[in-house]
């Protein structure tokens, strides 16, 4: 029904950026939030910012990350500055969205993308 297709992970020195990116696409109507979200080995996921009309962010990451869409292309970004060792995680895209001939709003994941901070 919806498809995330997430980009830019990688591994970065400490200090370093990085920027993901998330395509939604799919039978959608409408996707009126879009987030992200990471994993760390052992740990539980934990939100890190999410775009809702508003955009809200862990205290972990605020100053540091930035959250943006492109509604016309159903897509979102992360842009990740002065990253620090404790940022490694899976980072996962989440679209909260209303698919064609569907009758509820639905929570979509994508598959997830390694961010390795490591000197």
């Known amino acids: 029904q919806v498809q995330l297709v997430e980009s830019g992970g990688g591994l970065v020195q400490p200090g370093g950026s990085l920027r993901l990116s998330c395509a939604a696409s799919?039978?959608?109507?409408?996707?009126?939030?879009m987030g992200w979200y990471r994993q760390a080995p052992g740990k539980e996921r934990e939100l890190v910012a999410v775009?809702?009309?508003?955009?809200t962010y862990a205290d972990s990451v605020k100053g540091r990350f930035t959250i943006s869409r492109d509604n016309a292309k159903n897509t979102v970004y992360l842009q990740m500055n002065s990253l620090k060792p404790e940022d490694t995680a899976t980072y996962y895209c989440?679209?909260?969205?209303?698919?064609?001939?569907?009758?509820?709003?639905?929570?979509?994941w994508g598959q997830g993308t390694q961010v390795t901070v490591s000197s």
């Open positions: 775009s809702a009309g508003s955009t």
């Open positions: 799919g039978s959608i109507y409408r996707i009126d939030a």
């Open positions: 989440k679209a909260h969205a209303f698919v064609i001939g569907g009758f509820r709003y639905y929570d979509y």
